[in-house]
């Protein structure tokens, strides 16, 4: 009987000890890791420093400005370009509508028909309905409402007060080759 | 077996009993003690040795600066610094010699002097690039090794450096608001954190408001010749300043070059006879205290003699002129004879109710105190009412004239963030009424007076010009000018307060041989709101028949 029970202690004693160095080990293996992970982290810190720091060198105004003025068409804003909501009225929407319509498409683009799905890169592999798409656009392509649309500027208004007025999906013409 | 043997046996046993118990016990103790100590060590954290050299770091980390829209102008990146431990170097020559392949404007001589010398350390080369690191650690010299440092940089340069300052080479701050930061550590503590987790202190500027400024006053240093130029664009309801520039200016990325005595902050650091743009104060104090109001009228028809001074008007109309002519012709005379009928003693007073005779500082250091005449007499009030006889720092002139153009309250001008409320708790110094007045005669000036040429289409820019002649040796020379531009936009309901300043501008051909802040100032702060008015968000208004809706921009809608 005695012996019966030296023997279970003995093995009980094994299994103890197996299992609180497996878990010693386990635990000195996660602290190792945990180390590894700081340090890497350190790291990637130090990194996005730096990245950051170069984001910045290649945003300063300068250079930006610079840049849009070598490949960009565009111009600051004139004074008369900023208009506020409340400051259209029906009478200037009245005005373009009346004007031919081909003169509402920048002239470079070519004629109206020729309606295509959105060029975005990697995101418009099917046809995409081109309606969500108006954020996303790169800049090179330009959206252009269909130009019998009759706008006033009580939809607008109405738009700009939350209410979700039905307007029709915009089409993009895809741009000339640059 | 006899008895006896076994009575002898079991007592052996008996005695032996005892003993091996003992013995049981002092195993069982040590064994528990090893135990113990066994769990003790399993519980404490292992320390694991950090591998190689590079964890050491000496400098202190200092939170990013950004301007209000969050575009980094300063940050920490880590670089290493190359040390040298004699005691573990092998063959000196060949070491410095290999080094120096890496770094070649390394001083050989003095580096092996200092290894022969035998200390435990020797620093041989800080701020190393990550190429120069690899490269030496190619070399695989024993006694060499690395300390990490964190080490400054202003990505954006120059272009906001006299604002963010510099650090020295244990990036503690010595100027601006780095200077500032390091005596407030617990601006870094209150503000969010940065997404790399860091520590970041937002300021007032805008990046691009600043860059604007900067670029057309350098445009305007080399149009008109100048010697220096400064500008500072403050918002008058909150008086945070959202630009401020002096050039030459020099880049905290090179702290070397603000040693350089040319470069120093002429908006804080230098004082001037300001000129005309100081008849704005003398007549909004005198407008005030009611001793004139805009319908009267002053004889500007004859110089004024004191001693042996004559004072004449450069725009000279030899006629009376009423309060506002003497503000758009910028008479002297007319100047004087109001500030004499407000009375030396108010005149002085005025002055000093707004922060003129007194030193002020902000976050970027104290400004250099203004220069007061001592004793004041007569003649004294006489000049400093047309701006000569008095210097103060341009900062100064600026933040004395916010409480003219806001409604009437000292805001005090500011390089952190402050919300605009902050004008309610600001003390009233002038009334509501002057400030209105003032506004009036400074848009008057833009539409007919010596200012035409600053008025931004749409922004409706209202600014005083002021032309002062520069002492040379002992007397005032015709010939050296200072010419400056305060302007409040848009003048309706001002938001922001424009003063550039331009040292020693030539006759040039653009100006048509002009010299005067008419042509050189005036039109540097029309380009400047031009191009600040959309990037600060004042909405442009155009009468209604030069408003042109855009067809493209309908197209767009």
């Known amino acids: 009987m005695l012996r019966f029970i030296n023997i279970c202690l003995v093995v009980a004693l094994v299994a103890f000890a197996y299992t609180i160095y497996d878990g010693k080990y386990e635990a000195r293996a996660l602290d190792e890791d945990i180390a590894g992970l700081r340090k890497d982290i350190e790291t990637e810190q130090d990194a996005v420093a730096v990245l950051r720091a170069e984001w910045s060198l290649l945003n300063r105004p300068e250079r930006i400005e610079r840049l849009a003025a070598k490949h960009l068409k565009l111009a600051p804003a004139r004074p008369e370009q900023i208009v506020t909501l409340d400051r259209v009225c029906d009478r200037d929407f009245e005005r373009v509508r009346t004007e031919p319509a081909d003169d509402m498409l920048p002239t470079a683009i070519g004629p109206a028909t020729k309606v295509k799905s959105v060029p975005v890169s990697g995101v418009a592999s099917t046809p995409a309905a081109p309606a969500n798409l108006d954020d996303d656009l790169p800049t090179a392509t330009k959206t252009v409402k269909v130009k019998t649309v009759p706008i006033k500027a009580s939809h607008i208004a109405k738009a700009a007060s939350s209410a979700p007025v039905v307007m029709p999906p915009p089409v993009t013409v895809s741009p000339p080759q640059e | ?557």
């Not at chain 2, 860059?211 to 149009?223: D, F, G, I, K, Q």
């Not at chain 2, 918002?235 to 040319?262: C, F, M």
């Open chain 2, 1 to 557: 077996m006899s008895a006896a043997a076994s009575l002898a046996e079991r007592a052996y046993f008996a005695k032996s009993r005892g003993r091996y118990r003992i013995a049981c016990l002092a195993f069982a103790l040590s064994f528990l003690a090893i135990a113990i100590r066994l769990v003790s060590l399993g519980f404490t954290a292992v320390e694991l040795g950090a591998g190689g050299i590079h964890d050491i770091s000496t400098t202190v980390h200092r939170p990013d600066i950004l301007d209000r829209n969050g575009r980094l102008l300063a940050t920490d990146i880590k670089g290493a610094t190359l040390y040298a431990d004699p005691a573990k170097v092998i063959h000196r020559d060949e070491l410095v010699e290999q080094v120096s392949s890496v770094l070649p404007d390394l001083n050989t001589g003095e580096l092996l002097e200092k290894l022969k010398q035998g200390k435990r350390f020797v620093a041989i080369r800080r701020e190393l690039t990550p190429q120069q690191q690899a490269e030496i650690y190619e070399l695989g010299q024993p006694g060499l090794g690395f300390i990490e440092e964190y080490r400054r940089v202003y990505p954006v340069g120059a272009t906001a450096g006299h604002v963010v300052g510099h650090v020295d080479v244990d990036n503690k701050g010595l100027a601006g608001i780095e200077k500032f930061i390091d005596d407030n550590p617990q601006l870094a503590m209150s503000a969010p954190a940065n997404d790399t987790g860091g520590d970041a202190v937002t300021l007032s500027l805008d990046l691009g408001a600043q860059h604007v400024v900067r670029e057309e006053l350098v445009n305007a240093m080399s149009t008109f010749r100048a010697k220096a130029a400064a500008g500072v664009v403050i918002d008058v309801k909150s008086g945070e300043v959202r630009a401020l520039v002096s050039l030459p200016d020099y880049d905290p990325n090179h702290r070397e070059q603000a040693l350089d005595k040319n470069r120093l902050n002429r908006m804080t650091s230098g004082v001037y006879e300001m000129g005309s743009v100081f008849k704005t104060l003398t007549i909004a104090g005198a407008l005030d205290a009611g001793s004139s109001t805009l319908r009267s009228s002053y004889d500007a028809s004859a110089p004024i003699h004191v001693g042996k001074f004559t004072i004449e008007d450069f725009h000279g109309k030899k006629r009376r002129l009423t309060v506002p002519e003497i503000f758009i012709y910028s008479s002297n005379i007319g100047a004087a004879k109001m500030a004499l009928d407000l009375g030396i003693e108010r005149h002085k007073a005025f002055l000093a109710k707004l922060g003129l005779l007194s030193r002020f500082s902000t976050e970027i250091g104290e400004n250099a105190a203004p220069i007061v005449p001592s004793p004041w007499a007569r003649l004294n009030t006489i000049t400093i009412a047309y701006g000569h006889g008095l210097s103060v720092s341009p900062l100064q002139l600026a933040a004395a004239t916010l409480p003219l153009v806001n409604g009437g309250y000292a805001v005090t001008p500011t390089f952190l963030p402050r919300p605009r409320t902050a004008e309610l708790q600001a003390p009233r110094v002038v009334k509501a009424s002057t400030s209105q007045a003032i506004l009036q005669l400074m848009r008057l000036n833009v539409l007919k007076g010596t200012g035409k040429r600053a008025d931004a289409k749409g922004y409706r820019v209202g600014g005083k010009t002021g032309t002062a002649e520069k002492v040379v040796g002992r007397h005032y020379a015709g010939s050296t000018l200072l010419t400056s531009f305060l302007s409040a936009f848009p003048t309706d309901d001002p938001e922001y307060l424009v003063l550039i300043m331009l040292d020693e501008p030539q006759r040039v051909e653009e100006t048509h041989n002009e010299a005067t802040a008419g042509v050189n100032a005036a039109p540097t702060v029309g380009k400047i709101v031009e191009r600040i008015g959309p990037i600060l968000g004042v909405v442009p208004k155009l009468p209604d028949d030069q408003r042109k809706f855009d067809e493209k921009v309908l197209a767009s809608y």
